[in-house]
């Protein structure tokens, strides 16, 4: 019987490890499609701010913050023509996968996933 228990734990630690079940972590992909180059992107988070420089037209990058649990986040956008644009999808939680679009005069939000993704 405590062999079954112990290896039962093993199979569950090694399951949950292999799936990223419990990391903390969320992805957001920031996908540039305004037409104009952005030199300056900040991702203010409860838990800190995620910079990215120079994110050209029609590029796409992805960060990963740290989300012990729910949060929200904020995007702000400058351009290279001096605008800025500010939007994105307010709640997350750990697991989540988010793509963030930024089009000319908004930042559209799609949810990709809402689970953990390895």
């Given at each position: 019987?405590?062999?079954?228990?112990?290896?039962?734990?093993?199979?569950?630690?090694?399951?949950?490890?292999?799936?990223?079940?419990g990391?903390?972590?969320?992805?957001?992909?920031?996908?540039?499609?305004?037409?104009?180059?952005?030199?300056?992107?900040?991702?203010?988070?409860?838990?800190?701010?995620?910079?990215?420089?120079?994110?050209?037209?029609d590029?796409?990058?992805?960060?990963?913050?740290?989300?012990?649990?729910?949060?929200?986040?904020?995007?702000t956008?400058?351009?290279?023509?001096?605008?800025?644009?500010?939007?994105?999808?307010?709640?997350?939680?750990?697991?989540?996968?988010?793509?963030?679009?930024?089009?000319?005069?908004?930042?559209?939000?799609?949810?990709?996933?809402?689970?953990?993704?390895?």
């Amino acid at each position: 019987m405590i062999a079954l228990v112990l290896v039962s734990f093993a199979v569950g630690v090694f399951v949950a490890a292999a799936l990223h079940l419990g990391s903390p972590i969320a992805t957001v992909k920031l996908q540039n499609a305004s037409g104009k180059g952005i030199v300056s992107l900040r991702l203010v988070h409860e838990h800190g701010v995620v910079e990215v420089a120079n994110l050209a037209v029609d590029a796409t990058r992805t960060v990963r913050f740290y989300v012990p649990g729910e949060s929200s986040y904020k995007i702000t956008s400058v351009f290279a023509d001096g605008q800025s644009l500010k939007g994105g999808a307010g709640y997350v939680e750990a697991g989540y996968s988010i793509t963030e679009t930024i089009a000319p005069g908004e930042i559209k939000t799609e949810y990709d996933s809402l689970r953990y993704s390895p």
